[in-house]
């Protein structure tokens, strides 16, 4: 499959899958970087994790190849990041006592506090 040129740009592609939505990027790999994806995620959370995805996205092009697999987002906001076939997929922290539902819903409510309102 040949994947879609994007001129230089990172963008988010989303699409509803039967498990849930899953959110990915699409321009990283033209970087020679791997491409970030989650899957499975609440509707509700499209908005705010597509904004964390280009966040992880914009600091995986700033640091290269030899990035980091851990980006602390914020204070109490830790996000690693684990190989999912030939993506990597955001996840929780080795130790966080949250599911990954949970965790997903805590990151959006941590880093976007009006969007819980």
């Not at 899953?22 to 959370?45: D, F």
């Not at 908005?47 to 966040?55: A, F, K, P, Q």
């Not at 996840?91 to 969007?115: C, Q, T, Y």
């Amino acid at each position: 499959m040949e994947r879609q040129r994007t001129r230089g740009e990172v963008r988010i592609v989303g699409a509803e899958r039967p498990g849930g939505l899953e959110l990915r990027t699409a321009g990283l790999a033209e970087r020679g970087l791997p491409e970030l994806r989650v899957t499975g995620l609440a509707w509700y959370l499209g908005s705010g994790w597509s904004r964390v995805l280009g966040e992880l996205a914009r600091r995986i092009a700033a640091a290269g190849p030899s990035h980091p697999a851990t980006f602390d987002l914020a204070e109490d906001v830790t996000v690693n990041l684990v190989p999912d076939g030939d993506f990597l997929a955001p996840h929780p922290p080795p130790g966080e006592p949250l599911g990954i539902a949970d965790w997903r819903r805590e990151i959006v409510e941590k880093l976007f506090p009006s969007a819980s309102s």
